[in-house]
């Protein structure tokens, strides 16, 4: 962060060349343009059915004397009542059960691979073991196999045991197409951790489960939650997974698909797409928000570094 | 190993022999027991009618501490064991679990399926090289190729990798408040699924016939500039460029964040000696910054490309894969489950991992360059 020094933002500041204002005329410009999209989205989920579907979200702005708000449309999305009584037209909507579906594929789907992962990098890292480097590669090599070679035969042994369509097997799944990156990304942080903290717990005759709970768990948990945040951005937006191993029962469907199978059957209803997305969006947008200095850190961690 | 051969470090001093062997046995049994348990609440929970809030919490409850437990659980049991025997059990223990999922999940799959990609539809009849013909001559696939690989590599990859770079390096020389909205607003996209932005994006593509009010905000724009409204998404070719317009919406701000911490590494005293020499900013850029953060831009644009290649949830939401925008991936779930046929699908499935294969054996180089200190 040198750029930053006080002494370069002085000179940084000190006057407006035409160059610099172009700099803000270039990035105020592509700023608009990525949030319009959303910002329309947003706007389109609070108006009324039919000003959705005449009119478009802008005229909220130009004309203004016309502009109305409601919050109908979240309530068709959710399955509440409209002036007291549910629409049967959107009686299969409820996307109330989604969201609760996703939170059951999406918390697990993070947690288990975090916990497997952080084991695993303490093994490659403390552990002394033949076959170790080898090992390493095998795992984090497969990083970049495309989960689609995968899914005809997971899915075909889920038929035969049972798992397909539980949270089980997705949340396996999930494990299994995480781990590798997991595993990187949980090794360069905790091979960097100096022996010496250690040192001492080793000689007291402590475990490699005491030290790694103890002692390597707290230490890491930047990088647990960089981890973390990535890894639920990544199975909460995830439809893929979702369609292939959840497909079969409505009432197991994730948000995303739930979506996807209202934009076949509801293509139409615009203010129910709207509202729909956007209740898709909340959580993964506060994660985002709220852990965004882990979440970059997770992403420049590998690329950053040569 | 540490504490075994020697019993005056050992904690239980009262009963030296046969306190490993109680706690061991005890373990090992807490062991079989917890398996007994969790599976028995599997099939409960599978099974159960009950309110879903109720089964989605046991669910996370079931996952989350089932895995904790038996780590615990084996973790103490094979620290039971003589020091010769724990040497080969502990790493079993700690590297076992995450080395066994990667091979049933990602290693032996992509075995199976290259077998499977031989066999018919059902995976019966050996059928030899049919799906690689399927794969390699069919229209749906040839357009695939071109969509993949036009469009899709080349124009999405590349604009967002030059977008991102060029919001990186502009964002770095304005005010640091302004800097950090703009990133913000530029990275948001990231936490949005493509299906969700497949929705904000079908809003702005939206097409009404000539004369009705237009509620797609391009089509507005355009009818408002005197142009005739468009239906973006159904006019094969150009319907490409608009779905991969999504794509670098999304993608920009990954790469404009790792392409802004790598210049912020570049050390200022660097840019300072080329501007002394009279440099101005934009050879400054292409002569100093760039060769330094030369690994960013080799890393991101490899990670873009893979997802680029391997790119399903925006077409499969926007078109289908209808209208010339099919793809490689769209066209292996198509076969999978709308037409069941395994082998095809398998076949396309191989192909997409033989697209990819150039970037994985550069990764695994550049992985076993960096563990050479192993």
């Known amino acids: 962060m040198s750029r930053n020094s006080p002494a370069s933002v002085q000179r940084r500041k000190s006057h407006l060349t035409p160059g610099r204002i172009l700099v803000y005329a270039i990035l105020i410009f592509l700023v608009v343009i990525w949030i319009t999209p959303t910002l329309g989205l947003l706007v389109s989920s609070f108006r009324p059915a039919e000003d959705v579907r005449s009119t478009g979200w802008w005229t909220v702005f130009t004309q203004q004397s016309e502009a109305r708000f409601t919050l109908d449309n979240y309530r068709y999305a959710l399955g509440l009542p409209v002036q007291g009584q549910v629409n049967p037209r959107y009686k299969t909507v409820g996307l109330q059960n989604a969201i609760l579906n996703s939170l059951a594929v999406a918390i697990p789907s993070t947690v288990i691979p975090i916990l497997i992962a952080a084991i695993a990098a303490y093994g490659f890292a403390w552990i002394r073991f033949p076959g170790r480097r080898w090992l390493f590669i095998l795992i984090v090599g497969l990083m970049s196999v495309p989960l689609q070679v995968s899914l005809i035969p997971i899915l075909r042994d889920y038929i035969k045991i049972g798992l397909n369509g539980t949270y089980l097997g997705v949340w396996l799944a999930h494990t299994g197409f995480g781990l590798p990156l997991a595993v990187y990304l949980l090794y360069n942080y905790i091979s960097t951790i100096p022996r010496d903290i250690f040192e001492s717990a080793f000689i007291d005759g402590a475990s490699h489960f005491t030290i790694f709970t103890r002692l390597i768990l707290p230490l890491s948990t930047p990088a647990l939650a960089s981890f973390a945040t990535f890894q639920f951005l990544w199975t909460w937006n995830d439809l893929l997974v979702a369609l292939v191993f959840l497909s079969a029962d409505s009432s197991t469907q994730v948000l995303t698909q739930r979506l996807l199978g209202l934009m076949g059957s509801f293509g139409q209803d615009w203010h129910l797409l709207t509202a729909g997305a956007f209740i898709s969006m909340i959580l993964p947008l506060t994660v985002f928000f709220l852990l965004q200095r882990y979440f970059v850190r997770g992403l420049t961690a590998g690329s950053v570094k040569e | ?374």
């Not at chain 2, 700690?94 to 077998?115: E, K, Q």
């Not at chain 2, 009010?213 to 998404?233: K, S, Y």
């Open chain 2, 1 to 374: 190993m540490r504490n075994g051969t020697e019993p005056s470090l050992r904690r239980s001093r009262r009963l030296p022999m046969s306190s490993p062997l109680m706690k061991g046995s005890l373990l090992a049994l807490a062991t079989v027991f917890s398996v007994w348990v969790l599976g028995r609440t599997f099939l409960f929970l599978r099974d159960a009618a009950l309110p879903q809030w109720f089964l989605a919490l046991a669910a996370i409850v079931w996952g989350v501490g089932g895995s904790m437990l038996l780590f615990t659980l084996l973790a103490n049991f094979v620290e039971q064991f003589p020091p010769r025997w724990r040497r080969g059990l502990v790493p079993l223990v700690f590297v076992g679990p995450a080395a066994a999922i990667v091979v049933i999940y990602l290693a032996l799959p992509a075995l199976r399926t290259l077998i499977q990609s031989f066999y018919d539809a059902k995976g019966e009849n050996f059928v030899g090289l049919a799906n690689y013909v399927y794969a390699f001559t069919s229209q749906e696939m040839l357009v695939s190729f071109r969509n993949n690989f036009l469009f899709w590599l080349l124009f999405g990859t590349g604009f967002s990798v030059i977008l991102g770079l060029i919001v990186a390096v502009l964002a770095d020389r304005t005010h640091p408040v302004f800097e950090r909205i703009v990133k913000a607003v530029i990275f948001m996209p990231m936490a949005i699924s493509m299906v969700g932005a497949s929705v904000i994006w079908k809003f702005v593509y939206e097409y009404r016939p000539a004369g009705v009010n237009q509620i797609g905000l391009l089509n507005a724009v355009l009818t408002a500039l005197g142009g005739e409204p468009r239906a973006w998404l159904l006019t094969p070719f150009w319907n490409n460029l608009f779905l991969v317009a999504i794509f670098i919406w999304l993608q920009t701000g990954f790469a404009m964040v790792v392409f802004s911490a790598a210049i912020k590494a570049v050390p200022e005293e660097l840019l300072e000696a080329g501007r002394i020499d009279g440099a101005n900013e934009v050879q400054v850029f292409l002569h100093i910054t760039l060769p330094n953060i030369r690994g960013s831009v080799l890393t991101v644009t490899t990670t873009i490309i893979l997802v680029a290649l391997k790119i399903f949830d925006i077409v499969q939401s926007m078109t289908g894969g209808n209208y010339g925008t099919q793809v490689i991936a769209n066209v292996q779930y198509t076969q999978m489950f709308r037409l069941f046929n395994y082998g095809r699908a398998a076949a396309v499935a191989m192909v997409l991992l033989a697209v990819v294969l150039p970037i994985m054996i550069y990764n695994l180089r550049d992985f076993s360059k960096r563990t050479e200190a192993f």
